[in-house]
């Protein structure tokens, strides 16, 4: 007998224990439709739980690493024995702490904002305009992909150099002003899902080459382009190469610069206080966690939009 599960339960219905039977062995999903749960179904939200905790432990480790006194760092407790908050208020007597801070934030936010509109700039060049060599050219635009940073690091730094912009912050996001090879491929992509006909209707009316890059691309390809600001805000906030290589003056650090200081200051005293250099870190990771809260929804977007297309 096929029970439909669409008709209300009554308590005088017949068929109620088979019915309530059936309805607790279906699973509703996010759209509306009904599966059975299966041992497929179970194996899948075992192995998301299992990718959940192994991504989850670090930062939970870190978290309690930062509560516990020096002898108790690497004990491997999830929950410290003792919790020692004084850690955080050393982490801001080590140095500049909110100065870095600041620092990392406006560097980041440069990188940021000019590589994203710079590498837009550029794939709606490639996506929109048809022209010869296009192929060509933006193959030649992947390929810059395929050299390490290492090759042209003393290059670029000698070319910093005499401009006179080191021991200045601007080595560390105008180099974002050319745009990125791989922020242009995932823009590009976007950008070639938009209609064509939405451009040339606006070319029929008028619109300039600027202004369909402004009021049609860009309002249309958000996702891609909080994806990439995302992206790049992360990178610049976490790098520690180019401040290794062009500051020079502590006022100027960022905040991974500052905590290499920290951490080589107490290698330098020969005590390795890491529970001091675990708090300095979960400073340092706690915006951009926050950063990542506020922009997940984007990510979820672009990776719809991105199927859609396909």
Same mark, same amino acid.
């Given at each position: ?40 179904? #179970?194996?899948? @939200? *075992? ?8 991504? /989850?432990?670090?930062? %939970?480790? &870190?978290? =309690? +690493? ?30 500049? #702490?909110?100065? @870095? *801070? ?8 440069? /990188?940021?904002?000019? %590589?994203? &509109?710079? =590498? +837009? ?48 912050? %601007?080595? &560390? ?138």
């Amino acid at each position: 007998m096929t029970l439909d599960v669409r008709r209300p339960l009554r308590p005088n219905d017949p068929d109620r224990p088979a019915r309530e039977g059936e309805l607790a062995s279906l699973v509703t999903t996010g759209s509306g439709r009904r599966r059975r749960l299966t041992p497929g179904l #179970v194996v899948r @939200w *075992l192995l998301l739980l299992l990718a959940t905790v192994a991504f /989850a432990y670090p930062l %939970v480790w &870190l978290v =309690s +690493a930062s509560l516990k006194p020096k002898a108790q760092v690497f004990d491997n407790r999830l929950v410290p024995e003792t919790v020692q908050w004084s850690n955080f208020v050393t982490v801001w007597d080590a140095g500049p #702490v909110l100065q @870095w *801070l600041m620092n990392s934030g406006l560097v980041s936010l440069m /990188a940021a904002a000019t %590589v994203t &509109l710079s =590498s +837009a700039l550029v794939a709606f060049g490639f996506a929109y305009f048809r022209f010869r060599l296009r192929g060509a050219l933006f193959g030649l635009v992947l390929a810059t992909m395929m050299l390490p940073g290492a090759v042209t690091m003393i290059p670029v730094y000698l070319i910093w150099n005499r401009l006179g912009f080191v021991d200045t912050q %601007v080595p &560390l996001w105008a180099g974002n002003l050319f745009g990125s090879a791989f922020y242009i491929f995932l823009m590009r992509q976007f950008f070639l899902g938009v209609p064509r006909e939405l451009f040339e209707a606006a070319r029929i009316d008028g619109c300039s080459n600027l202004g369909l890059f402004r009021r049609i691309a860009l309002p249309l390809c958000r996702p891609a382009l909080i994806i990439v600001f995302i992206f790049e805000l992360q990178a610049s906030w976490s790098d520690l190469m180019k401040p290794l290589i062009y500051l020079q003056t502590e006022e100027y650090y960022t905040m991974p610069r500052g905590l290499k200081q920290i951490v080589d200051s107490f290698a330098l005293s020969g005590q390795y206080n890491w529970e001091i250099a675990m708090a300095a870190t979960l400073v340092a990771t706690v915006p951009m966690i926050i950063v990542f809260a506020f922009g997940q929804r984007y990510f979820l977007e672009g990776l719809a939009t991105q199927a859609k297309q396909g």
